[in-house]
């Protein structure tokens, strides 16, 4: 029986160490980041306060995929230096890591000592420090001193510069009479953002442009024109700024459906996140010239938002313009928005009329103008469904902004077209997509589909095929039609190849030769920089049954 | 008198302007550290590692070590497309507002719309992001009631929509005197005028070439 006992007490005094160690080597997982590269390995952001010692095992987690492993071989009080198994292996800075420490080494959480009653009572009065508190906007209540990071403010943030400038070149020649069309532009657009410290941004976009067309039996067309499309000066709408001005030339923030101002533009962020605002000033016409001086507007807005995240919104605004001196356009916009998480999107704006008797094409009341609605959904895999709806007519006004038209013709063109897009992932590498719309006018009614093939890694990694089939009843025409593309992406840019076929026929050409074939070639590269470079040239070619055009289009771009 | 009244107007404005800006509540009726939930460093610093050396050098919070990389993807779930990748941080991060509240509207929650909510919201649909720059627009005007048939094909856009270099392309009559009004006045022979043949042009008329045309039978 003693034996018997004495074999169990030697068992537990066994057992009983070899638990304990069991124990010493449960491990937690500190997660670390490389700070800096050294010759003998990389320096990671965690040191012996965070358990680590010497010889553990790291593991790091390469943003593009693999992994490193390295054992630390010096140790800080806040970092260690971590030698790599593959002495030749690259690890970039800030990529994570983790190791695996005993429970043991992590430092015991110090446990607050309760104040002894009896000292406490025997202690010297000591004059009571104020309520320590953070100045900062951020802080609230409740929180530790130093909880947040101190925002800049605008006089605490560097100016910065930022912008592109741009050229392009399009030029076509037809043997429609011998045609030639060219076109070339030279366009530049700065941002200057807090110059002054005080969070304001300067903008300005300008271009040049110079376009010609030469028909050999008929006068030729030269045109140069420097066009100044924003010319401005906005400060505030930041979170230390509640108004926001912008003076001299813009495109209106508030609704950009007002359109381009020369003029001044005011708006307020109220509690909740709704804005309210106002403008004034001259519209400049929206042709090549952009001049102004003709119209004045008066605008005012106010937009509503669910809360500050601004997934659910409505805007409506009003506009009064002046032609000349004489009462011209009253517009009103109403716009809804909704945009939440979860991959669906809704909009919607329409432009109302409003006409009086003066109007002599319309005739008084309400006209929906125009209008633009869309529901869509995406989701992660990219898959995606959307309808649009497109209402337009054409306003009666005096602004050099609308077709001449007939008063007839004034009052009853009109074009409505309902739309919808489908596209879904067939396989990994494929994928499908459908748009079909219906469109409808004052005088006929009509519908166009566009059915899809696209296959990624087609005859490469990087190559990517699509081909397309498509047909549409057009107001004066039928046609039907066929299109591929390749293209084959590189480190720099992408070659692209297209080639289209459509087969058109005239509804009203008073015979059996209505039928108009016609293809079109094209070849494309585009290049891209690291440095902000951006060049693209395309060459175009389209052969119908008698005559021949060929189109030649470069861009080239620096942004900084 | 044309002047008076826009003097008029302006004085009109600027009058409800200034009440406007009087009746609202004013900033100081605002908590302007409620403005978003977030506030503090327009970049939200919470998932990034203790060691501000990594990025930050100097004596400032402004200068970023000449190696800084950021895979805004990998970190943020939230691909850099394009000239994104390129774009400075602050043009989305700033204190304008939360820059998710702006990525939640798509591309219009950073550029300007310059055609003006008239074309919808879908930018890539014509616009690449590397450079902004448009392409293959014709295409879509197959999806309208008027695909670009014959040389209307290779015609230049501001043919038929003046004001295409500020971005405005709507509203354009599809009728053929809309744009071929001049090629209808210089008409000598036959005298279309005489004959009453202003409109309807393509009963005579194949969007080949205007000089190719058959009489209406």
């Given at each position: 029986m003693i034996r018997i006992v004495a074999l169990v007490f030697a068992g537990v005094l066994a057992v009983a160490p070899l638990r304990a160690q069991q124990g010493s080597k449960e491990t937690q997982t500190v997660e670390l980041r490389v700070a800096s590269q050294r010759p003998r390995g990389v320096l990671v952001d965690r040191g012996s306060v965070d358990g680590l010692a010497v010889g553990d095992r790291v593991r790091f987690l390469r943003r593009t995929g693999g992994e490193a492993v390295g054992r630390v071989v010096e140790l800080g009080e806040r970092n260690a230096l971590v030698a790599l198994d593959d002495p030749n292996a690259q690890v970039e800075l800030g990529t994570r890591g983790e190791v695996r420490v005993p429970v043991s080494r992590l430092a015991p959480e110090v446990p607050r000592i309760a104040p002894n009653p009896e000292t406490a009572e025997t202690a010297p009065d000591l004059p009571e420090h104020p309520a320590w508190k953070n100045d900062d906007e951020a802080w609230q209540d409740?929180?530790?001193?130093?909880?947040h990071v101190v925002p800049l403010r605008p006089d605490e943030r560097a100016p910065s510069l930022s912008g592109r400038v741009w050229s392009s070149a399009d030029e076509i020649t037809s043997s429609e009479d011998d045609r030639t069309d060219g076109f070339e532009r030279l366009g530049m657009s700065l941002r200057a953002d807090n110059r002054f410290g005080r969070g304001e941004s300067i903008g300005v976009d300008l271009e040049l442009n110079a376009r010609r067309t030469d028909v050999p039996d008929n006068d030729d067309e030269s045109e140069t024109h420097l066009r100044i499309d924003r010319a401005s000066y906005a400060i505030g709408n930041s979170r230390f700024a509640v108004d926001r001005f912008e003076f001299g030339?813009?495109?209106?923030?508030?609704?950009?459906?007002?359109g381009v101002l020369d003029g001044v533009e005011w708006g307020r962020r109220l509690t909740g996140g709704d804005r309210v605002g106002a403008s004034v000033g001259y519209m400049p016409e929206?042709?090549?010239?952009?001049?102004?001086?003709h119209d004045f507007q008066a605008a005012a807005y106010y937009r509503w938002v669910f809360?500050?995240?601004?997934?659910f919104s409505a805007s409506a605004g009003v506009q009064k313009t002046i032609h000349h001196g004489d009462s011209d356009r009253d517009l009103a916009i109403a716009k809804v928005e909704y945009f939440p998480n979860d991959g669906w999107s809704a909009n919607l704006t329409t432009w109302i009329d409003y006409y009086t008797s003066g109007d002599q094409a319309k005739g008084p009341g309400v006209d929906i103008t125009q209008a633009y609605g869309r529901v869509a959904h995406r989701d992660d895999d990219g898959n995606s469904l959307g309808f649009v709806y497109t209402h337009l007519s054409i306003p009666e006004?005096?602004?050099?902004?609308v077709p001449q038209l007939t008063a007839a013709a004034l009052a009853d063109d009109r074009n409505d077209r309902f739309a919808a897009e489908w596209d879904r992932g067939l396989a990994e590498d494929l994928r499908l997509r459908v748009v079909a719309g219906l469109w409808s006018d004052e005088f006929e009614s009509g519908s166009d589909a566009e059915l899809a093939v696209r296959r990624s890694k087609?005859?490469?990694?990087a190559g990517r095929g699509e081909l397309s089939l498509f047909g549409t009843r057009g107001r004066f025409s039928r046609t039907y039609g066929a299109r591929a593309r390749y293209a084959r992406e590189d480190e720099f840019g992408a070659w692209t190849c297209d080639y289209e076929f459509a087969q058109n026929t005239i509804?009203?050409?008073?015979?059996?030769?209505n039928e108009l074939p016609q293809h079109r070639l094209r070849v494309g590269r585009d290049w891209h920089s690291s440095g902000g470079w951006s060049f693209a040239c395309d060459i175009e070619a389209w052969l119908w049954d008698q005559e021949t055009a060929f189109a030649l289009h470069l861009y080239l771009q620096r942004s900084f | 008198m044309r002047h008076t009244k826009i003097v008029a107007w302006s004085v009109l404005t600027l009058v409800l302007v200034w009440i406007a800006a009087c009746v609202v509540r004013g900033p100081?009726?605002?908590?302007?550290?409620?403005?978003?939930?977030?506030?503090?460093?327009?970049?939200?610093?919470?998932?990034?590692?203790?060691?501000?050396?990594l990025c930050h050098v100097g004596s400032d919070w402004q200068s970023l070590a000449s190696d800084f990389t950021f895979d805004h993807e990998t970190e943020t779930g939230v691909p850099l497309p394009g000239a994104h990748a390129r774009a400075?941080?602050?043009?989305?991060?700033?204190?304008?507002?939360p820059a998710g509240v702006f990525q939640r509207k798509g591309c219009a929650g950073c550029h300007e719309d310059v055609h003006t909510g008239t074309l919808?919201?879908?930018?890539?649909d014509c616009h690449?992001?590397?450079?902004w720059h448009p392409s293959?627009?014709?295409?879509?005007?197959?999806?309208?009631?008027f695909p670009l048939l014959g040389v209307h094909a290779s015609t230049?856009?501001?043919?038929?929509?003046?004001?295409a270099e500020v971005g405005r392309f709507v509203p354009?009559?599809?009728?053929?005197?809309?744009?071929h009004a001049n090629d209808l006045a210089r008409t000598?022979?036959?005298d279309h005028f005489a004959a009453g043949?202003?409109?309807?042009?393509d009963r005579c008329h194949l969007?080949?070439?205007?000089?190719?045309a058959q009489q209406n039978p």
């Amino acid at each position: 029986m003693i034996r018997i006992v004495a074999l169990v007490f030697a068992g537990v005094l066994a057992v009983a160490p070899l638990r304990a160690q069991q124990g010493s080597k449960e491990t937690q997982t500190v997660e670390l980041r490389v700070a800096s590269q050294r010759p003998r390995g990389v320096l990671v952001d965690r040191g012996s306060v965070d358990g680590l010692a010497v010889g553990d095992r790291v593991r790091f987690l390469r943003r593009t995929g693999g992994e490193a492993v390295g054992r630390v071989v010096e140790l800080g009080e806040r970092n260690a230096l971590v030698a790599l198994d593959d002495p030749n292996a690259q690890v970039e800075l800030g990529t994570r890591g983790e190791v695996r420490v005993p429970v043991s080494r992590l430092a015991p959480e110090v446990p607050r000592i309760a104040p002894n009653p009896e000292t406490a009572e025997t202690a010297p009065d000591l004059p009571e420090h104020p309520a320590w508190k953070n100045d900062d906007e951020a802080w609230q209540d409740g929180e530790p001193l130093l909880a947040h990071v101190v925002p800049l403010r605008p006089d605490e943030r560097a100016p910065s510069l930022s912008g592109r400038v741009w050229s392009s070149a399009d030029e076509i020649t037809s043997s429609e009479d011998d045609r030639t069309d060219g076109f070339e532009r030279l366009g530049m657009s700065l941002r200057a953002d807090n110059r002054f410290g005080r969070g304001e941004s300067i903008g300005v976009d300008l271009e040049l442009n110079a376009r010609r067309t030469d028909v050999p039996d008929n006068d030729d067309e030269s045109e140069t024109h420097l066009r100044i499309d924003r010319a401005s000066y906005a400060i505030g709408n930041s979170r230390f700024a509640v108004d926001r001005f912008e003076f001299g030339r813009f495109l209106q923030r508030g609704l950009p459906e007002f359109g381009v101002l020369d003029g001044v533009e005011w708006g307020r962020r109220l509690t909740g996140g709704d804005r309210v605002g106002a403008s004034v000033g001259y519209m400049p016409e929206p042709d090549q010239d952009f001049e102004s001086g003709h119209d004045f507007q008066a605008a005012a807005y106010y937009r509503w938002v669910f809360d500050e995240s601004e997934v659910f919104s409505a805007s409506a605004g009003v506009q009064k313009t002046i032609h000349h001196g004489d009462s011209d356009r009253d517009l009103a916009i109403a716009k809804v928005e909704y945009f939440p998480n979860d991959g669906w999107s809704a909009n919607l704006t329409t432009w109302i009329d409003y006409y009086t008797s003066g109007d002599q094409a319309k005739g008084p009341g309400v006209d929906i103008t125009q209008a633009y609605g869309r529901v869509a959904h995406r989701d992660d895999d990219g898959n995606s469904l959307g309808f649009v709806y497109t209402h337009l007519s054409i306003p009666e006004i005096d602004r050099n902004d609308v077709p001449q038209l007939t008063a007839a013709a004034l009052a009853d063109d009109r074009n409505d077209r309902f739309a919808a897009e489908w596209d879904r992932g067939l396989a990994e590498d494929l994928r499908l997509r459908v748009v079909a719309g219906l469109w409808s006018d004052e005088f006929e009614s009509g519908s166009d589909a566009e059915l899809a093939v696209r296959r990624s890694k087609l005859w490469s990694d990087a190559g990517r095929g699509e081909l397309s089939l498509f047909g549409t009843r057009g107001r004066f025409s039928r046609t039907y039609g066929a299109r591929a593309r390749y293209a084959r992406e590189d480190e720099f840019g992408a070659w692209t190849c297209d080639y289209e076929f459509a087969q058109n026929t005239i509804d009203e050409f008073a015979s059996d030769n209505n039928e108009l074939p016609q293809h079109r070639l094209r070849v494309g590269r585009d290049w891209h920089s690291s440095g902000g470079w951006s060049f693209a040239c395309d060459i175009e070619a389209w052969l119908w049954d008698q005559e021949t055009a060929f189109a030649l289009h470069l861009y080239l771009q620096r942004s900084f | 008198m044309r002047h008076t009244k826009i003097v008029a107007w302006s004085v009109l404005t600027l009058v409800l302007v200034w009440i406007a800006a009087c009746v609202v509540r004013g900033p100081d009726a605002v908590k302007q550290h409620l403005w978003w939930s977030g506030l503090g460093p327009v970049l939200p610093h919470d998932t990034f590692p203790a060691d501000c050396s990594l990025c930050h050098v100097g004596s400032d919070w402004q200068s970023l070590a000449s190696d800084f990389t950021f895979d805004h993807e990998t970190e943020t779930g939230v691909p850099l497309p394009g000239a994104h990748a390129r774009a400075a941080c602050i043009l989305c991060h700033n204190d304008r507002g939360p820059a998710g509240v702006f990525q939640r509207k798509g591309c219009a929650g950073c550029h300007e719309d310059v055609h003006t909510g008239t074309l919808g919201g879908n930018c890539e649909d014509c616009h690449q992001q590397n450079d902004w720059h448009p392409s293959e627009q014709r295409i879509r005007h197959d999806h309208t009631r008027f695909p670009l048939l014959g040389v209307h094909a290779s015609t230049a856009c501001h043919r038929c929509h003046p004001g295409a270099e500020v971005g405005r392309f709507v509203p354009t009559d599809p009728e053929c005197v809309s744009c071929h009004a001049n090629d209808l006045a210089r008409t000598t022979f036959p005298d279309h005028f005489a004959a009453g043949w202003v409109d309807r042009c393509d009963r005579c008329h194949l969007p080949r070439t205007w000089t190719q045309a058959q009489q209406n039978p």
